[in-house]
């Protein structure tokens, strides 16, 4: 249950990282995306170690 919740968070993480919808504001999208990295850290679903990688990945989405 928890890899299945675990990968399930992680994946819909990753699909809102490569969202084009012209609704979102790129700011916007960057602060949801650190928010979901720390809902997951917080829950348990990702380490700390994991949790940076997912902020540095939403940093090179919002300077890109």
Known sequence: ???NQRSFALSEWRKFL?????????????YELLRRAA??????LISRLEWRQLVLDAGVFLSS
């Open 1 to 3: 249950m928890y890899e």
């Open 18 to 30: 490569t969202l084009k919808d012209p609704n979102y504001a790129v700011e916007d999208q960057y």
């Open 39 to 44: 809902v997951m850290q917080k829950e348990g």
